[in-house]
C-alpha cells in the first residue's frame, strides 16, 4: 500500500490550496482516509478523516471550519482543500490508510500506511 500526497507549496496568509492523495494499486474507497500535519519539533497532530462510505468525515477544532475533505471515487483520489491558511498551519502534511472508520483517527498508531508528505508553508 502506497500513498503519494501533492499540492503542497508557500502561500500568503489567508491564501488557499488544495492537497491531494493519490493510492498506487488499489483503491481509497474501500478505506478510510486520514490527514495529518507534522511541523518542526512537533508531534504529528490529525487533521481530519473520512471514513470507507463517506459519510462521516470529521475535523480537528483547529482547522474547523477552513478546511474540506473529499473523496472523488472515479477519480481514486482524496483531496483537502485548505482555506484562510495560517502561519500554524504551516507544516508537513501526510495522508494516511488501512483503515475504514475514524474511531480511533487521532491515533497516529491506528494507521498502518502513510504517504511520504507534502510541506505547507504559510508565511508572507
Known amino acids: 500500500v502506497q500513498l503519494d500526497e501533492s499540492g503542497g507549496g508557500l502561500v500568503q496568509p489567508g491564501g488557499s490550496l488544495r492537497l491531494t492523495c493519490a493510492p498506487s494499486?488499489?483503491?481509497?474507497?474501500?478505506?478510510?482516509i486520514g490527514w495529518f500535519r507534522q511541523a518542526p519539533g512537533k508531534e504529528r497532530e490529525g487533521i481530519s478523516c473520512i471514513n470507507e462510505k463517506s459519510d462521516y468525515i470529521t475535523y480537528a477544532d483547529s482547522v474547523k471550519g477552513r478546511f474540506t475533505l473529499s473523496r472523488d471515487s472515479a477519480k481514486n483520489r482524496v483531496y483537502l482543500q485548505m482555506n484562510n491558511l495560517k502561519p500554524e498551519d504551516t507544516a508537513s502534511y501526510h495522508c494516511a490508510t488501512d483503515v475504514t472508520d475514524c474511531t480511533h483517527w487521532l491515533a497516529v498508531s491506528a494507521w498502518g500506511s502513510w504517504g511520504q508528505g507534502t510541506q505547507v508553508t504559510v508565511s508572507s
Open positions: 494499486g488499489f483503491t481509497l474507497d474501500d478505506y478510510a
